[in-house]
């Protein structure tokens, strides 16, 4: 059976129990990886189990065809579902996996990964037909599925982005899911762990301490001390109070320590020289304060293990610019500018050298693409009387201030009937690399070219 959308999320967190045989396949090797540890995971938790799971290669189904059967319907020593997991499958793997269809023995679970498979492939057709099998393709990236992945993969971290950071991240992020969870994975270790705090917060903050630490460290807070109002008589310490009751005409105030609303109490005006005091919830601002423990509109300091600068854990352009590898968003950014402003001979040589760094010609179209829609948005503002510094400035993410310069000479270069053939041309061109099977370096060069040429023709 073939799984799509909804199901695929299905399929990797709860399998049918009638399921014996997943084939996960397509060119974006990573998504085929993570699909099948995913899968897998949904059965084992522990993938080194060695009761439980069975790594199986290609040349073991060469030299003993039977072989996948015969795992299949082994027990475990320790109970429980055992999964068999195979890589690198293709057509000559179809006649091991149509021996264990024909008669499948025991309960263990088959996570098969393939490469590209064709309509006509026997193993992929096996697949579709059988009730008992899944097969799921996985293709390129879409840019809302990496939106996705960013979003999900950050929040599961506890961390934020901004949408020019995001806008930055995904331009960087190649097609390849595997290397691209990779990239997010260093930029959440740059932003460290959900407990790190700042090394000092700023005067009037509270530091980022534990329950205990809070009354260890009261002194460094800009809460002053009770000792110090008018008439608090024999109070030394707030902390050291039990009970309220031993404070002279509190006027009915239960407990402090407790943190009972002070608006409960009967009479605040008997507690005797309380003018200087303008908020009981906010002795010298103690509502700045993270450790007042339970009083009206205060954070709680004793509910979160740290108090964490909530700055800390959003992601911002700079953290990205500053983790993330920039050898590919230089290159891109080199070719975009080259092709906006017609430079031919700088334009092949920048493209020499991104196809020397294996980036995709498809992602090298999508940065050509969006840098040109860039400049349709800021010529559409010039067009409508804003100008050059205005129109840059309103775009999101903005220009990076290196780029600038050659931002605004391209401005100067396009009009809105040109930005639209260049979309045009570069959107084919994306097309054909996908479907027509020409050799997709060729056509993408072909496509900035054309669109570079568009420079030097007349509007």
Not at 39 to 65: E, G, H, I, M, Y
Not at 221 to 226: A, F, G, K, R, Y
Not at 328 to 348: E, F, K, P, T, Y
């Amino acid at each position: 059976m073939i799984f799509k959308g909804k199901m695929v999320d299905q399929l990797l967190t709860r399998p049918a129990p009638g399921l014996r045989a997943i084939l996960f396949y397509g060119p974006n090797e990573g998504r085929v990886r993570e699909y099948a540890r995913l899968a897998a995971k949904s059965v084992v938790t522990d993938l080194d189990d060695p009761f439980r799971v069975c790594q199986l290669s290609p040349a073991d189904l060469k030299d003993d065809p039977a072989r996948l059967a015969d795992e299949a319907a082994a027990l475990s020593m320790t109970g429980g579902r055992r999964v068999i997991r195979l890589s690198g499958m293709g057509d000559a793997h179809t006649e091991s996996f149509a021996n264990f269809l024909d008669d499948h023995q025991g309960d263990a679970l088959i996570v098969a990964e393939a490469g590209e498979l064709t309509r006509t492939s026997k193993l992929r057709k096996l697949f579709e037909a059988s009730k008992h099998c899944a097969i799921t393709a996985c293709y390129e990236e879409s840019m809302q599925d990496l939106d996705r992945l960013v979003i999900d993969h950050l929040r599961s971290h506890g961390l934020n982005i901004t949408s020019d950071a995001k806008a930055y991240l995904m331009q960087c992020l190649g097609e390849d899911r595997m290397a691209a969870r990779q990239e997010l994975d260093k930029l959440v270790l740059y932003k460290g762990p959900p407990g790190r705090a700042s090394a000092r917060v700023a005067k009037g903050d509270a530091y980022a301490l534990s329950g205990r630490d809070a009354y260890d460290h009261l002194d460094s807070l800009d809460v002053m001390d009770i000792a110090d109002i008018p008439d608090t008589r024999d109070v030394v310490d707030i902390l050291d109070i039990p009970d309220s009751y031993d404070i002279a005409d509190t006027g009915g105030v239960l407990d402090i320590y407790d943190g009972k609303d002070v608006f409960d109490s009967r009479d605040t005006h008997a507690i005797n020289d309380v003018s200087g005091i303008q908020d009981i919830n906010a002795i010298s601002d103690t509502a700045a304060a993270k450790d007042t423990y339970h009083l009206t509109g205060v954070k709680d300091i004793y509910g979160a293990n740290d108090t964490v600068d909530s700055a800390a854990r959003l992601v911002t352009l700079e953290d990205v610019s500053a983790c993330i590898g920039d050898n590919s968003v230089q290159g891109l950014d080199d070719i975009c500018d080259a092709m906006g402003n017609g430079d031919l001979i700088r334009l092949d040589s920048h493209l020499s050298r991104a196809l020397e760094l294996a980036m995709a010609p498809v992602s090298i179209l999508r940065a050509a693409s969006n840098h040109m829609m860039r400049l349709q948005l800021a010529a559409a503002a010039l067009s409508g009387g804003a100008t050059p510094d205005m129109a840059m400035r309103n775009l999101r993410p903005p220009v990076n201030f290196m780029r600038t310069r050659s931002f605004q000479a391209q401005l100067q270069l396009w009009n809105l009937p040109r930005l639209s053939r260049a979309l045009d041309l570069l959107l084919e061109g994306e097309a054909a690399c996908k479907t027509t099977g020409a050799p997709d370096l060729s056509l993408c060069s072909q496509a900035l070219l054309k669109v570079a040429q568009l420079v030097r023709r007349k509007a």
